[in-house]
Structure formats: structure tokens, C-alpha cells
């Protein structure tokens, strides 16, 4: 574990809202360390949802019945992540829905963790997927669903990539890590 910090991995999926089809936030989830989810709602984002995006996000209109409006989910989501080391894949688009500066926060991110690019043989590319860096190196395929992503899975799936890349630094005599991204 990055020292001195108690870790939890995010997920977000996203709707479409208004004419513009700007993202809004349709459900979070949250895992502990040990991929035990402590948080899974799905959630009214503000305004009017013009597309649900349920090919990748999972959500249709039925998860909005008794969904958390937005304000409320945004201060238990926020509650969660305080004082927290906060893990994810591209997190500045999970932060962004949320409505919260992302630089107020200790942050690992999947995306930007060279090491891990590295051990999944993938130096190459610029950007690489969270199913792609799940193939590699969890070596389980996620993101594969008709019924569209799982929050609950992707969150997991960073929670390991992490904890991957700390046993690879231990092995390295590198320091551990506190913040990545």
C-alpha cells in the first residue's frame, strides 16, 4: 500500500445529457484494497439524459428509476474519497462527472503508470485501454459484455493493476508508491 494512505479504486460511467450529449454522471462505484465494493449507485445526473451510451456504460432508462440524484451521491462519493489515495483508470474524466478538482486529491492512475505499459509489453502505444492492460497483465478479460461495462469490474481490475505494480517495484528496490498520473 502507498504508505500512509488507505486505498480506493473508482469507476465511473457516464450518460450523455442535453443537445450536446456532455457527459453526466449515471454511476460510481467504489472498491477497498481487497476489491470489496464499499460503494455502488446508480446516480440522476443533473439535466436531461439524451443517451445513455448502454453499449459502454451499462446504464438504461430503468437503472434511473430511484437512482441517487446527483448531489447526494457527489457528497457520499466525495466522503469516501477524503484522505484517500484514489485509484483508476483516466481518472480526469471520472473526476470531471464528479464535478471536483482532481488536483486535490492523492491519485494512482492505471493510465500513466509506465511500469506497468511496460510489463504488459506495451511501451509502444501512447495510450493503452484498462481491457488491454487487463489482458495482459490480470490476464482476464473485462469490458467484453453486451450488456456493457461494469463500473463494479473496472474498479477491481485497477485495484489489482496497483497492487501489481507495487509488488513490481518491491521487487525492484524501488520506492513505493504514493502518487502516479
Known amino acids: 500500500m502507498a504508505r500512509g494512505f488507505e486505498v480506493v479504486a473508482m469507476d465511473c460511467e457516464m450518460v450523455g445529457l442535453g443537445p450536446s450529449r456532455e457527459s453526466g454522471l449515471a454511476r460510481c ?10 460503494y455502488d449507485k446508480f446516480i440522476r445526473p443533473e439535466g436531461e439524459i439524451t443517451d445513455y451510451r448502454t453499449l459502454v456504460s451499462g446504464v438504461r432508462p430503468q437503472h434511473m428509476e430511484g437512482a441517487t440524484p446527483f448531489a447526494v451521491a457527489r457528497l457520499e462519493i466525495l466522503q469516501l474519497l477524503k484522505g484517500k489515495l484514489v485509484v483508476g483508470h483516466d481518472l480526469k474524466h471520472d473526476f470531471k462527472v464528479l464535478k471536483e478538482d482532481m488536483s486535490r486529491y492523492n491519485i494512482y492512475d492505471t493510465s500513466a503508470d509506465m511500469l506497468l505499459r511496460h510489463q504488459a509489453n506495451l511501451d509502444h502505444c501512447r495510450r493503452v485501454s484498462l481491457r488491454v492492460l487487463s489482458e495482459r497483465l490480470l490476464k482476464r478479460r473485462i469490458q ?3 450488456l ?7 474498479a477491481k481490475a485497477t485495484m489489482e493493476l496497483y497492487q501489481i505494480s507495487l509488488r513490481i517495484r518491491a521487487r525492484r528496490g524501488q520506492p513505493s508508491l504514493d502518487v502516479v498520473g
Open 144 to 146: 467484453n459484455s453486451l
Open 148 to 154: 456493457g461495462h461494469s463500473s463494479v469490474e473496472d
Open 29 to 38: 462505484s467504489l472498491v477497498d484494497a481487497h476489491g470489496v465494493v464499499i
